[in-house]
């Protein structure tokens, strides 16, 4: 199987998800926060009414064009300046918010203020920033063979962007974690799905 086909390269773009509706009743303080734990900018006391597109007879949220520039300026600048902190983003369209998940950086979330404007950002503590996940990440993508001969089904790997692990996914899911794990360490961040075999799309034979 060509490895273009089983690996899934998540941090080769951005890791930005739509996210589930989140309460607002969940303990964050707004911009008072230290290094460590959650918090969320001074925009956020504002409430915004979502926004949609109409396609035919399909209405969706859309992520407004301000929201979405300060997005794309953090995952730039955390990608750029702050690998060791920054893990991901995902946008809440619903609630007109981004959420950004970070290790724990005073300068990282100094530049999340600056950065945010009068938007609304969560700011989330995560386990492992980019520049880990990225490194456990091409780790497993260059072991593939190995994996392979081993007689282990992996069928995608990809970090996740709330910075909790690199996903891989599975066909043998107890042997494909006792074989990695041994190999890697207990400790590796990787997170272990069970996955059936790709199967491309088949081609329609008609209306």
Do not use: N
């Amino acid at each position: 199987m060509h490895r273009e086909r089983v690996v899934r390269l998540l941090l080769a773009g951005a890791l930005v998800m739509t996210a589930a509706a989140c309460g607002e009743g969940d303990g964050f303080r707004a911009d008072g926060a230290g290094p460590t734990g959650d918090w969320r900018t001074v925009g956020c006391e504002f409430s915004r009414p979502a926004q949609y597109t109409t396609s035919g007879r399909h209405r969706m949220l859309v992520t407004p064009p301000g929201l979405a520039a300060v997005m794309e300026r953090i995952d730039r600048g955390g990608r750029e300046r702050f690998a060791d902190s920054f893990a991901g983003l995902e946008v809440d369209q619903e609630k007109v918010r981004a959420v950004i998940y970070r290790v724990p950086s005073g300068d990282f979330d100094d530049f999340v203020r600056a950065s945010a404007g009068d938007e609304c950002v969560v700011v989330r503590d995560a386990a492992h920033p980019l520049s880990e996940l990225t490194t456990w990440h091409e780790r497993v993508v260059a072991d593939l063979a190995f994996w392979s001969a081993q007689g282990l089904h992996i069928t995608t790997v990809g970090g996740r962007h709330d910075g909790s692990g690199v996903e891989v996914g599975t066909r043998d899911l107890e042997p494909t974690r006792r074989a990695l794990l041994g190999r890697y360490g207990e400790h590796a961040p990787l997170i272990f799905v069970a996955e059936g075999p790709f199967r491309p799309l088949a081609p329609r034979t008609g209306d």
